[in-house]
């Protein structure tokens, strides 16, 4: 019952922007930090970018620190991944992903079906 959809991929050249929106439903979203990660074609899956509840922190991998914003707008159960000056290795399938605050275990509980961003040179 618990469904992380994202959406909001898709192809897009060099020094662009897009914007990654993942819409929660069956669950209590305040109770859930939330993350998005990707997997580029023969690589593992990284952390791309986190945010707790109710949103004053968050945290970037290196290679996005600067180019990409997470933010969530808990009235809507929404968080977005806000991607600026992409590049070709941004290629990735991106996934949303949610953790529970409050029982704090070490993985993601829920994760999204992931959306294609694709990155021109």
């Known amino acids: 019952q618990v469904q992380l959809t994202e959406s909001g991929g898709g192809l897009v050249q060099a020094g662009g922007s897009l914007r990654l929106s993942c819409a929660a439903s069956?669950?209590?979203?305040?109770?859930?930090?939330m993350g998005w990660f990707r997997q580029a074609p023969g690589k593992e899956r990284e952390f791309v970018a986190a945010?707790?509840?109710?949103?004053?922190?968050?945290a970037y991998a290196d290679s996005v620190k600067g180019r990409f914003t997470i933010s969530r707008d808990n009235a809507k159960n929404t968080v977005y991944l806000q991607m600026n000056s992409l590049k070709p290795e941004d290629t990735a399938v991106y996934y949303c992903a949610a953790r529970d605050r409050i029982m704090s275990r070490p993985e993601y509980d829920y994760w999204g079906q992931g959306t294609q961003v694709t990155v021109s040179s």
């Open positions: 945010i707790n509840w109710p949103g004053e922190s968050t």
């Open positions: 069956g669950l209590t979203f305040s109770r859930y930090g």
